[in-house]
């Protein structure tokens, strides 16, 4: 195989929209097919260099040097083969100060988990709580995990035959679920909200992805409160939130509480349509969403979304957002992007991850390189959230409470300031382990 170098435009996380093509001044293009001549072996008579590991650590160090948004903290000058592979090569060199979000990954994982909602596993999200125990979060609807019978609020005993206690204490929680491989079985020890304890077996398989995880309309006195619980901003979502907002619509919500408690991100344009669906917009092109600035030398790429004329759209001016430690990337966008035309967006939860920058993905080989490219502002100007949104009302999840169950500790916290303006006085939070996930895990949430 060799070198496809591909700018992925069309498909973002908090990637750029496919109606803006990138089109580089004329050193720009030289510089890029001088990385193309490289990586093909152009210069050994154009019979083409093998997609060898040198040549691929090449490939990111000279991609970092001229696109990422923190090139001036990448050495000029790298030895290519220290590195086993491309992703160390990026580990090495990315800006950890700021950037824990930069990966690689396969371009059919990409492919899939953004444009098809799939992915290879088995289908549930978990936290690690104190030392010895973890617990299931949610499960989707359409994987091994449901098929299996997880459920929300199961206490995982033991995977593969090895306890949590030893999980967590050898950090073993990255390589105990093995290789994103269809077929590779699983056993795990669970103990159900009945006390009862069982092994469930199941096998690694694609996943597809309900990017809605719950929404139901709820009378609350003269309130009348659109809950909606969003995981993630895949193409496939918009199939999925277009007649939950026609249902809002239909029956004259008020107020709304977008619950992104487990949000890890993904496309910009899937968060600006989730946004003009709150915010009613009647021209389009004349309210910015956000704007995306790039590094010094690509400032031709700066670029704004605009909110979109949205037939179903709500025109709230308040909004109420349910937010953890896992609200990250372009959910924290959609907070701060309509933060200027709101008169009160109230958080309630915890601070989210802190992560105002994005990327353009670049195709090499089989792989994508997914390495932070811009940074985001809303339309007054503000971003630079990297210490996270905090929360105005604390609040803590419990699993042990279905989704949208009156009880549920953090939508109790949401309809409470939305019933009285006023902070929920909130228990005191368990201890957690923030969960860290890495590459596409960020955006799908789960194993």
């Given amino acids: 195989m060799f070198y496809n170098l591909t700018l992925n435009i ?3 996380t908090e990637i750029m929209p496919a109606s803006k093509e990138i089109r580089p001044k004329a050193g720009r293009v030289a510089a890029i097919l001088c990385l193309v001549a490289l990586l093909t072996g152009c210069s050994d008579g154009g019979g083409g260099r093998a997609c060898d590991t040198v040549d691929q650590n090449r490939f990111v160090h000279q991609d970092l040097l001229d696109r990422y948004y923190w090139y001036q903290q990448v050495p000029n000058d790298i030895d290519y083969g220290r590195f086993a592979s491309p992703q160390e090569t990026l580990d090495y060199l990315r800006y950890s100060t700021l950037d824990r ?8 994982a990409f492919d899939n988990l953004f444009n098809n909602g799939t992915y290879i596993g088995y289908g549930f999200s978990y936290f690690v709580e104190n030392a010895a125990s973890a617990w299931v ?23 593969n035959g090895q306890s949590v206690a030893s999980i967590i204490a050898t950090d073993g929680w990255t390589t105990i679920f093995g290789p994103t491989e269809p077929g590779i079985p699983l056993a795990i020890e669970l103990r159900r909200k009945s006390g009862l ?13 309900n990017t809605v995880l719950h929404s139901e309309v709820i009378i609350s006195g003269v309130n009348r409160i659109g809950y909606l619980v969003f995981n993630s901003f895949l193409n496939t979502s918009l199939a999925e939130l277009d007649p939950v907002f026609m249902q809002f619509k239909a029956d004259n919500v008020n107020h709304l509480i977008l619950d992104l408690r487990y949000n890890g991100g993904g496309s910009i344009s899937v968060a600006r ?10 021209l389009a092109n004349s309210e910015t969403y956000v704007e995306l600035r790039y590094n010094d030398k690509l400032q031709s790429n700066n670029f704004r979304y605009y909110f979109r004329p949205l037939t179903n759209s709500l025109g709230l001016d308040e909004l109420t957002v349910v937010t953890s430690e896992s ?7 959609v907070v701060s992007a309509l933060q200027p035309y709101f008169s009160r967006i109230t958080t309630v939860g915890g601070s989210s991850c802190g992560k105002p920058v994005g990327m353009n993905p670049v195709e090499f080989c089989d792989l994508t390189l997914v390495a932070v490219n811009f940074a985001s502002f809303n339309a007054a100007g503000q971003g630079n959230y990297f210490n996270g949104i905090a929360a105005d009302c604390a609040a803590s999840d419990d699993v042990g409470f279905a989704l949208g169950d009156p009880a549920e500790p953090m939508l109790q916290a949401a309809r409470h300031f939305i019933d009285n303006q006023s902070c929920q006085v909130a228990p005191r939070a368990r201890q957690r382990r923030q969960n860290i996930l890495q590459g596409l895990q960020h955006v799908s949430g789960a194993v």
């Fill in 197 to 209: 304890v069982e092994t469930l077996q199941m096998v690694n398989n694609t996943v597809t992805i």
């Fill in 137 to 159: 979060r949610f499960v989707y609807a359409q994987s091994p995990a449901a098929a299996a019978g997880m459920e929300r609020g199961d206490e995982i005993l033991s995977v």
């Fill in 101 to 108: 979000f930069s990966y690689i990954t396969s371009q059919a």
């Fill in 10 to 12: 069309a498909n973002a």
């Fill in 327 to 333: 609200t990250c990337s372009a959910s924290e966008q």
């Fill in 273 to 282: 349509d989730l946004a003009s669906y709150i915010k009613t917009t009647s």
